[in-house]
């Protein structure tokens, strides 16, 4: 799920305020009150949800739990803010929570207009559609003067019209302001189509009376590439919180995992011994604003990319996601991380 523009209503006032906000410090005021907080989804199975207990879980919340073990050395030193599409970058500008890490879409007016600053992509996704197996539709190429449910404000709507124009295909946009209301329209049949991010779509099936009942088609209509925002104005808490990233995935190229990561820091490689804080004289950490085994906290307290990715949306999950784009770019997929030296 994906905000367009910021509107009219919002724009300079939450601006105005984000500017002043984004020039304080956020790693001091992160280490003042002892936590980060972080705005997720509202609940997204696989993505961001909290359990029968109140404990959220999910693969962006393992996100922020790694920036929490990189400050802190504690994983659960995060206090979660639910966020819809439409407060989430509220949220943000105003300093309601540290960083966003809500299956959130990089574009160049969020990077721009918005004041947001992103670069590290922790899924790779893109626009798709679910249809009810009842219609035995195979293609998006099928669907027209179909009803399509999607939610409004979102570039998900944008590239919806843009992709049925382009292939001269007729659609009725079915449109509400929140994700539980389209989920309801689609469940109660007011609906032919939802669309949203493929990723968002699995997870979405899941939450279906009968699941088995629908069906993900083949195609792929946009780029999302989905990441932690932080505001503009503080390259060290946005530093800080690109390089949690990075380590996850440096840390499953290296091989380290949640099991060996004690054990390998007896490794000989001076790669491995300076991610893991070891090698003597490395000042990685430190000028980040952490102490040297900041990589290490992460690995020990959430695992690689690999095991944050397959723990919560893998093969063996009920999402059953391929790792595909976000296979390591050494097994074709996308996932880099620059060097950490």
Request: proline share 4%; glycine share 10%; with cysteine.
């Amino acid at each position: 799920m994906k905000k367009t523009l910021l509107s009219a209503a919002i724009g300079a006032a939450v601006l105005g305020f984000a500017a002043s906000a984004a020039s304080a410090a956020t790693l001091d005021d992160v280490k003042a009150k002892g936590f980060v907080q972080c705005g997720v989804n509202t609940g997204l199975a696989g993505f961001a949800q909290p359990d029968s207990s109140g404990n959220w879980k999910g693969f962006d919340v393992d996100y922020c739990k790694a920036v929490a073990a990189a400050v802190f050395g504690d994983a659960t030193k995060v206090k979660y803010t639910p966020t819809t599409a439409q407060s989430r970058f509220t949220a943000l500008q105003s300093g309601e929570v540290d960083l966003l890490v809500r299956n959130t879409t990089w574009t160049i007016s969020r990077d721009t207009a918005l004041g947001f600053n992103f670069r590290y992509v922790n899924y790779y996704d893109g626009q798709g559609f679910m249809v009810p197996k009842s219609l035995n539709v195979k293609s998006a190429l099928e669907l027209s003067g179909a009803a399509v449910c999607v939610q409004s404000g979102t570039t998900t709507e944008l590239n919806l019209a843009d992709y049925f124009k382009a292939n001269k295909l007729e659609y009725k946009p079915v449109v509400f302001e929140k994700l539980e209301e389209v989920n309801a329209a689609y469940q109660a049949g007011r609906c032919d189509v939802y669309t949203t991010d493929q990723s968002g779509l699995y997870s979405l099936r899941l939450g279906l009376s009968n699941p088995d009942d629908h069906v993900i088609l083949p195609e792929i209509i946009s780029k999302e590439p989905l990441g932690p925002a932080v505001r503009q104005g503080d390259d060290k808490w946005f530093d800080i919180v690109s390089w949690a990233g990075y380590a996850m995935v440096q840390a499953e190229e290296f091989g380290i995992t949640q099991a060996n990561v004690d054990e390998m820091k007896n490794s000989t490689n001076p790669d491995v011994r300076r991610f893991l804080g070891v090698e003597k004289d490395t000042k990685i950490g430190t000028d980040l604003g952490l102490t040297n085994e900041w990589a290490y906290n992460i690995v020990k307290g959430v695992g690689n990319y690999g095991e944050v990715f397959e723990r919560n949306i893998g093969s063996n999950t009920p999402l059953k996601i391929q790792r595909g784009l976000n296979a390591l770019w050494s097994k074709g997929g996308l996932q880099y991380a620059p060097p950490i030296r």
